[in-house]
């Protein structure tokens, strides 16, 4: 007995040193297996955290518990790229059990239930609740410069239509970035290329807009980006077909290697500010 006590010690004491290790100098961006939805961790090497959407359910907490830090029950940021069921959902339980720092939302509105519930919740958790624009800057890791950056909306958006009006940026830590797109159309898109240069949306990693429907990734905008990864989110066998063919072969021309959620379930990339792979 005294030695099995021993032993349970020593892994208590030598497993946070192991995490520690494992994380120096590392951004981690954990696309989570939610099913048809998006969400997406992601932590900066010091630890600082933010959610990138929260799927359409339950899910998300399980998804959690296997990517954050044992006991950890705070995250700085929650952003919520469109107030459509399948991106804040999941959300309504995490403000329940983690203390949040902030939420950022583009402006766009939903009537339903369940976003009244996560309405009542982000009032109930008295967190800064704020209004993405194109500028804003999210500094998550001060030491490190990593941070995101709104690109859109760039405007008023609240009478758009939800997907038009989603939160697009880039999160960016040293020489690697990630572009973020939510459920962002085409005609979003086409802002974009018309408003910043080829340098602003280059990027390693593409969130893929609106699960991989034939609405989002125009040829141009892949292009603009030119991912190494594109990453799909989106659930088996899903009712929307996603992804669909036409994104697929849009990609595909592009050189993109092609991840998806509904095939291979939770995707972990990695990146130490200078060459960012798979984990």
């Known amino acids: 007995m005294q030695r099995m006590r021993t032993l349970l010690v020593l892994i ?16 981690t961006v954990a696309f989570l ?6 969400a997406i961790y992601i932590e900066a090497p010091n630890g600082n955290q933010m959610i990138i959407d929260g799927g359409p359910g339950m899910a998300l ?19 919520v790229t469109n107030p459509d069921t399948d991106h804040y959902a999941g959300f309504v339980e995490v403000l329940k059990l983690y203390d949040v720092g902030s939420i950022v939302e583009p402006g766009t509105r939903s009537e339903t239930n369940t976003y009244a519930v996560f309405d009542e919740g982000v009032v109930d958790e008295r967190a800064p609740r704020l209004l993405a624009r194109k500028g804003m800057e999210i500094l998550l890791d001060t030491e490190n410069s990593v941070a995101f950056r709104v690109l859109f ?15 697009m940026g880039t999160l ?69 077909g996603h992804p669909h063919t036409e994104t697929l072969q849009t990609l595909t021309r592009h050189g993109s290697e092609i991840l998806r959620t509904d095939t291979e379930g939770t995707i972990t990339l990695v990146s130490d500010g200078k060459t960012t792979w798979r984990k």
């Open 61 to 79: 907490l399980s998804e959690l518990e296997k990517v954050m830090p044992f006991g950890d029950r705070t995250i700085d940021v929650l952003m």
């Open 153 to 167: 909306p760039d405007q008023d958006v609240s009478a758009w239509a939800r997907n038009e009006g989603s939160i």
């Open 172 to 240: 960016t830590y040293g020489e690697a970035k990630f572009m973020f797109t939510g459920d962002s159309t085409i005609r979003t898109e086409n802002i974009l290329l018309q408003s910043n240069t080829k340098d602003v949306l280059d990027s390693d990693v593409l969130k893929v807009g609106h699960h991989g429907s034939r609405t989002s990734s125009g040829d141009e905008f892949v292009w603009a980006v030119s991912p190494v990864f594109s990453v799909i989110s989106d659930g088996k066998e899903n009712r929307y």
């Open 33 to 38: 297996d939610v099913g048809q939805g998006d």
């Open 12 to 27: 208590f004491i030598l497993l946070p040193l192991a995490f520690c290790d494992a994380q120096e100098g590392v951004l």
